[in-house]
């Protein structure tokens, strides 16, 4: 009786084994769905620049105002007949 209990105790054992540990076992779903999980957040993050980058292509196209402020900006460009002035803190000694 103890031997077909055993039997039954090792069989219960080896079936349980790829629930848990195998290919399609819970460890690697709980993993696969982390991993699903980690990349919604990275899609959305992108998403969102998408949109951003989006709405910049858009207001170059359709406005001159987003063009000017771009020049004056990272170009350091000024109108005709306006006056730069560029104010630089003191040094801290």
């Given at each position: ?12 054992v ?24 980690v ?20 207001d ?34």
């Open positions: 009786m103890r031997l077909l209990i055993l039997g039954i105790g090792l069989l219960l080896l079936i349980q084994y790829p629930l848990w540990l195998g290919k399609g076992g819970w460890l690697r779903v709980w993993e696969l769905e982390r991993q699903l999980l990349q919604a957040r990275e899609n959305e993050a992108l998403r969102a620049r998408n949109m951003r980058l989006a709405g910049e292509v858009q170059l196209h359709e406005g001159t105002g987003a063009i000017e402020e771009r020049a004056r900006f990272e170009l350091g460009m000024v109108r005709a007949g306006e006056h730069f002035v560029q104010l630089v803190p003191p040094a801290s000694p």
